[in-house]
């Protein structure tokens, strides 16, 4: 089993960073694929970015393709969602998913995290 905790979120401009991280527990973290969703107000949970227990596969929604960069070290147990250029769309919850296999919809993820809120002012 694989707890998560996300951090990292906040309020900033259009056009700034920020990077959000994902911490696991367990000795396993390495094992597992992670993945990045977000929600925001009204609308569905969507895929963001997802990595493979490697680090080697990566795969991103369209929108956020060249602003967004997922990572992860399995020596800190961490994942990361670098986010650049930020957006008043990239507003919303976001949170972070692990499961054995890679995979770009919810229920490809077994463990969740409780989500950090990202507010992109204009």
């Known amino acids: 089993q694989v707890q998560l905790a996300e951090s990292g979120g906040g309020l900033v401009q259009a056009g700034e960073a920020l990077r959000l991280s994902c911490a696991a527990s367990g000795r396993t973290f390495s094992s597992y694929a992670m993945g990045w969703f977000r929600q925001a107000r009204g609308k569905e949970r969507e895929f963001v970015a997802a990595?493979?227990?490697?680090?080697?596969?990566?795969y991103y929604r369209d929108s956020v393709k060249g602003r967004f960069t997922i990572s992860r070290d399995n020596v800190k147990n961490t994942a990361y969602l670098q986010m650049n250029n930020l957006k008043p769309g990239d507003t919303a919850v976001y949170y972070c998913?692990?499961?054995?296999?890679?995979?770009?919809?919810?229920?490809?993820?077994?463990?969740w995290g409780q989500g950090t809120q990202v507010t992109v002012s204009s």
């Open positions: 990595i493979d227990w490697s680090g080697s596969r990566t």
């Open positions: 998913a692990a499961d054995r296999l890679i995979s770009t919809i919810q229920r490809g993820y077994a463990y």
